[in-house]
């Protein structure tokens, strides 16, 4: 079977770290910069302490020669460049095969009409399998915090327990099946983690201020940040609740990190090894350190994360005051006008991947799309 893994990054490398082991798995790994890619990679388990050896990959940056061949296609590509490679492949691709989002979250799948008309099965997991941290570009992949089970579903929904069975065997982890494409989507992850605690220290940054020093996310990440990601989480759950979907697989952030209270999550993420290196973006000037708002912790995470779930919100009137405080602040920051304070859409609306814009503009629409 032949694999390809779009992305040569942290996540990507991993992936193809761990499926070139696999017998019958055929390796391609697409990538800005092959070159930098040795045929076969390390991979270390900082967790495990362990290192092993990949199989043959091949790497190219050659699209259509990556995806033209492809049984499977992995995408680790940022959600906000997920449109932009789906329009690329939709004529060049194979009937009949399978393509994944890892994660799921991001709205990938409203572009995906044409791919599904040709046969074509959408998947995704509502969390990539590990922590990843690439060591050496090309040459040295590094994992942490692999997970115990991951979670899938698919377009159509009964080729879910199929794609499950494959990830399995490609990735000798348990993957369970769920209930509908839209739990693979929704989740406590990046657009609620990495939101919450930038609200919090840049919350009245000033253009010109500077910090003497570069913040550590989780290291610096207290109470107050604790109290604002459970307020979110709890506009999410509401949300999930109402609509007319299934939504029972989709955990608040505290049920997943076994946290029930602010406190106790502060505690939580502030004692998680993989968290412990991870820091807020921004760049060393000769004065100190200003925070970079074009990184992909907001580019991506606020007009195809924390978007989405306001335009889900208005599906079922559920009011949303910390979402609003994280988009009113990024306007403030960025100028980035997505929902108007009526909840009306903004200048930059088309520059998310809300389902209003995308032709699914009433709830039975919704539920269509997201259980067939």
Not at 298 to 326: M, S
Request: negative net charge.
């Amino acid at each position: 079977m032949n694999v390809t893994i779009i992305g040569g990054g942290n996540i990507g490398m991993c992936l193809a770290g761990e499926i070139s082991r696999v017998k019958g798995y055929d390796v391609t790994i697409y990538t800005s910069h092959p070159e930098e890619f040795d045929r076969r990679i390390s991979v270390v388990d900082d967790e495990r302490k362990i290192t092993f050896m990949s199989g043959e990959i091949k790497a190219t940056d050659d699209l259509e020669a990556a995806v033209k061949n492809a049984d499977v296609i992995l995408c680790t590509f940022p959600s906000h460049l997920r449109k932009d490679l789906i329009k690329k492949v939709e004529d060049v691709v194979k009937e009949d095969i399978c393509i994944g989002f890892f994660p799921g979250y991001g709205g990938a799948e409203l572009y995906c009409e044409s791919l599904i008309k040709k046969n074509i099965t959408i998947f995704a997991l509502q969390k990539v399998p590990y922590v990843a941290r690439t060591k050496r570009r090309g040459k040295i992949a590094g994992l942490m915090s692999k997970k115990k089970r991951l979670f899938v579903a698919a377009i159509p929904h009964y080729k879910t327990n199929e794609i499950a069975t494959m990830l399995e065997d490609m990735l000798l982890m348990e993957c369970v099946r769920l209930k509908n494409y839209m739990a693979a989507t929704l989740l406590p992850g990046n657009p609620l983690l990495h939101t919450s605690g930038s609200v919090i220290y840049l919350d009245n940054y000033k253009v010109g201020q500077t910090f003497p020093e570069q913040i550590y996310y989780y290291q610096s990440w207290s109470d107050e940040c604790s109290e604002f990601i459970c307020n979110f989480s709890d506009e999410m759950m509401e949300v999930c609740t109402k609509l007319p979907i299934d939504l029972s697989e989709v955990d608040s952030i505290q049920k997943y990190y076994e946290s029930p209270t602010p406190e106790e999550l502060t505690r939580k993420f502030q004692s998680i090894p993989s968290f412990y290196p991870l820091t807020l973006p921004m760049i060393k000037t000769e004065d100190g350190y200003i925070p970079n708002f074009s990184s992909r912790f907001y580019a991506e995470d606020i007009p195809n994360g924390v978007c989405i779930i306001k335009a889900l919100a208005q599906f079922v009137d559920v009011k949303t005051p910390t979402v609003d405080r994280v988009l009113d602040w990024y306007y403030r920051m960025t100028g980035k006008e997505y929902f108007l304070a009526d909840g009306s859409f903004g200048k930059d609306i088309y520059e998310t991947a809300i389902p209003q814009i995308n032709g699914i503009d009433t709830l039975d629409r919704l539920k269509e799309f997201y259980t067939r």
